[in-house]
């Protein structure tokens, strides 16, 4: 971090708000190779997260404990505060990837909140981390099919801001990764909007859909499982 290291083992939370910065400075990489340098943060990532999540609509609000799925919105790419965007192109195996993240969660937790509020918000705050990478619960379910809608409005928000001139179309696979039908609405509704938006502006562009059996290469799907899947493993 700029400025050196922060302290640990006070019962302060101000060190672990400093560290917080980190996810508003770093920028989601995924976007990098397409030349976006001054694309959304980490920090911008959660904060859509977090905000979808209290639009569940009552066929899953009913069933879903939305602020506990607000809060894993807001803390589950926390880690990269100092692990950085590990992307799916990066060469990093996902047991190494989850590793790191795993190492940095305990230091939060132990180290910079070890003490603050009797060390139960930091407990509170790795529990749901956690709970979101094993994905068993509706609520993480949910929460990583919110993951993959925000990356699709993303994509297609910065096409259109790029005017048709940058095909982002290599992320629309995620949208088949999503597993909840209310999910998948949202999802389909960004895709429609989308095709639209490109037949409007005369272009070719690059679409996957499962149903049309148009994949992305078997190295590229690989990858994209591997991130995008539930517990990284092969969708179904």
Not at 104 to 120: H, I, S
Not at 126 to 135: A, L, N, R, T
Not at 183 to 204: L, N, Q, Y
Request: hydrophobic share 35%; with cysteine.
């Amino acid at each position: 971090m700029d400025g050196g290291a922060l302290p640990s083992g006070t019962d302060s939370p101000v060190p672990f708000f400093h560290m917080l910065s980190e996810l508003k400075k770093t920028k989601r990489e995924g976007w990098r190779r397409f030349g976006i340098s001054q694309g959304e943060s980490i920090a911008d990532h959660m904060y859509r997260m977090s905000m979808i999540t209290m639009f569940a609509p009552p066929s899953l609000s009913s069933r879903l404990n939305v602020p506990h799925c607000t809060k894993m919105a807001l803390v589950h790419d926390m880690a990269e505060a100092l692990v950085g965007d590990i992307t799916p192109v990066d060469g990093v195996p996902k047991t190494e990837k989850n590793r790191r993240e795993a190492t940095t969660m305990d230091y939060f937790v132990n180290g910079l909140l070890g003490k603050v509020n009797g060390g139960l918000t930091g407990k509170e705050i790795k529990d749901i981390w956690q709970e979101y990478e094993d994905s068993v619960t509706l609520e993480s379910q949910f929460v990583h099919d919110v993951d993959k809608i925000e990356l699709i409005l993303q994509m297609f928000e910065y096409e259109k801001a790029n005017k048709g001139e940058l095909d982002l179309g290599e992320f629309s696979w995620v949208a088949t990764r999503i597993i909840l039908p209310e999910v998948r609405e949202w999802a389909d509704a960004v895709m429609t909007e989308r095709e639209e938006f490109w037949a409007k502006m005369g272009e070719e562009h690059t679409t996957y859909d499962l149903e049309a059996g148009k994949k992305p290469t078997e190295k590229q799907l690989a990858a994209t499982d591997e991130y995008y899947s539930k517990n990284g493993a092969d969708a179904q």
